[in-house]
């Protein structure tokens, strides 16, 4: 199947713990996004690579370090996790450079993380 | 800035027909989107629109009017599957690149 796949599908942690979330993609995309949806369901954007560059970082604490082995995956780890990092988040890649308009972004499933 | 805004929810009957709004301000605007989001699950792209007018796409349509700051999505013909959430999101290019803000959605619920 040709998708966005990102794991694991739910993470709980306590406070003070590093995780890790991957993605990858297999559209062929070269561009790939970080996203995180709060309680309200905000979507807020996180992190943007393209071609294993990083983009745009939407100042995001530097607890959060994006990491783009190559333009089908990029990995997320969090270190000293936080009762306020509980959210999903979501990755999405797109076709196209960042200059393509119209070209919407595919989403992975998410990933539902809880520090306790 | 950018500001996004929707209605939180509404409510609608099967087979009827339902408008969701979206009012926008943002400085680099570059296109519009509508995605929906069932709970738990992925948000999905719907429609797209840059230029002014209405987008049709079988049971949904969208409008776009870029000098009001306003957008909407029509959903025609309704369907127990079409309870979700629906996302405006505005491509914004005022940081120098293009990225997509989204407003907080609106869950929309289709009673029988």
């Known amino acids: 199947d040709t998708a966005v796949s990102q794991t694991p599908k739910y993470l709980v942690t306590q406070m003070g713990n590093d995780k890790s979330i991957k993605c990858e993609q297999n559209?062929?995309?070269?561009?790939m996004y970080w996203y995180k949806q709060d309680s309200k369901k905000f979507l807020k954007i996180m992190f943007s690579y393209n071609n294993k560059e990083l983009i745009i970082n939407e100042t995001v604490p530097n607890r959060f370090s994006p990491k783009s082995p190559d333009k089908a995956h990029l990995n997320l780890h969090i270190n000293s996790l936080e009762l306020g990092d509980s959210a999903v988040y979501f990755c999405?890649?797109?076709?196209?450079?960042?200059?393509?308009?119209?070209?919407?972004?595919?989403f992975g499933n998410g990933t539902r993380l809880t520090v306790t | 800035g950018q500001n996004i805004d929707q209605p939180t929810e509404m409510t609608a009957t099967e087979g009827a027909i339902v408008q969701i709004n979206c009012t926008y301000q943002?400085?680099?605007?570059?296109?519009l989107f509508w995605y929906q989001q069932h709970a738990g699950e992925a948000p999905t792209f719907l429609s797209y629109n840059v230029l002014d007018g209405l987008e049709e796409k079988g049971r949904f349509s969208s409008f776009l009017s870029r000098s009001k700051g306003y957008s909407y999505l029509l959903l025609k013909e309704l369907q127990m599957k079409d309870s979700a959430s629906y996302l405006c999101?505005?491509?914004?290019?005022?940081?120098?690149?293009?990225?997509?803000?989204f407003g907080a959605g609106t869950r929309l619920a289709v009673h029988p």
């Open positions: 559209l062929g995309h070269d561009t």
């Open positions: 943002t400085s680099g605007f570059n296109g």
């Open positions: 999101a505005v491509r914004d290019s005022s940081g120098g690149y293009n990225k997509l803000i």
């Open positions: 999405a890649s797109r076709d196209g450079g960042l200059s393509s308009y119209n070209s919407p972004l595919h």
